[in-house]
Nanobody, 127 residues
Framework: QMRLVESGGGSVQAGGSLRLSCAASGFTFVTYCMAWFRQIPGKEREEVAVINRGDRGGSADYADSVKGRFTISRDDTKKTLDLQMNSLKPEDTAMYYC??????????????????WGQGTQVTVSS
């Protein structure tokens, strides 16, 4: 069974850091593009960061709102996806979701088609 499980959310003050992790199982992780999305209640889910297939070099792409502050990374041996979030702002407050895009993915912001989602982890940044 294909599954994604996020962890690492929490509360932090503005300017602080958090690291999110996503554990994958049930599929050939290295051949999937992976991404982090976030969603605020009442708004559409927003693409935050995308990383290409591990067997294509795992290049990363970011939304303009997080460029220079967030870093997406993958460990294909451990089948994990991480999101290091630095210089957090109150507007980063959201539920964060890990997602997978099958092997025919392009691995860039705007092209990601999520076919598998995690349950989400809450990030709250206070001013």
């Amino acid at each position: 069974q294909m599954r994604l499980v996020e962890s690492g959310g929490g509360s932090v003050q503005a300017g602080g850091s958090l690291r999110l992790s996503c554990a994958a199982s049930g599929f050939t992780f290295v051949t999937y593009c992976m991404a982090w999305f976030r969603q605020i209640p009442g708004k559409e889910r927003e693409e935050v960061a995308v990383i290409n297939r591990g067997d294509r070099g795992g290049s990363a792409d970011y939304a303009d709102s997080v460029k220079g502050r967030f870093t997406i990374s993958r460990d294909d041996t451990k089948k994990t996806l991480d999101l290091q979030m630095n210089s957090l702002k109150p507007e980063d407050t959201a539920m964060y979701y890990c997602a997978a895009d099958p092997p025919n993915c392009r691995g860039t912001i705007g092209s990601f088609i999520a076919t598998l989602w995690g349950q989400g982890t809450q990030v709250t940044v206070s001013s």
